[in-house]
């Protein structure tokens, strides 16, 4: 069976850095979250905790992105006070879960004031369930997960 570092890796077509653990599968049981070190094997911080690895919500995710997603959801946050809160309650749990970095979802800085990377928000909304905004970018991808495994 292959260990969950080379799957991440043959996943990612590369070693991944500051790689901690598996934090969720799909439901074919491969890495889809990888939980990551704050500083990599060189010392040199990586601020993104959460990292999605599953090609297809990758591929998905990316297809939002390029439609305008970032722009469109930094907006909706902005507009709508409950996801606000929502990516604000992630902010302090991201800064609590890695103090020594202090920033929040996908190495943001306090008072950014736009998303990253939607990638990132996925991948805290499958490793922290009930994060609104992640959960609703997620709901975007239909259907999230593969019918078949894409990794056979």
């Not at 077509?13 to 491969?30: K, M």
């Not at 990888?34 to 990292?51: I, K, R, S, V």
């Not at 996925?122 to 905004?133: G, K």
Request: aromatic share 6%.
């Amino acid at each position: 069976m292959e260990s969950d570092l080379a799957a991440v890796e043959r996943q990612l077509g590369r070693p991944p850095r500051a790689f901690r653990r598996v934090a969720v599968r799909c439901p074919f049981g491969h890495p889809a979250v990888t939980e990551q070190n704050a500083f990599d094997d060189n010392g040199e911080p990586f601020p993104t905790t959460f990292w999605l690895t599953c090609p297809q919500l990758v591929t998905a995710v990316s297809r939002l992105e390029a439609a305008g997603g970032v722009e469109r959801w930094t907006r909706a946050v902005a507009e709508d006070p409950q996801l606000g809160a929502s990516l604000e309650r992630a902010h302090a749990e991201q800064r609590r879960l890695r103090p020594e970095l202090d920033l929040g979802v996908g190495g943001t800085r306090a008072g950014a004031g736009s998303l990253k990377c939607l990638h990132a928000h996925v991948a805290f909304a499958l490793a922290h369930p009930r994060y609104e905004l992640g959960e609703r970018i997620l709901a975007e991808l239909d259907p999230a997960w593969p019918s078949v495994c894409c990794a056979a």
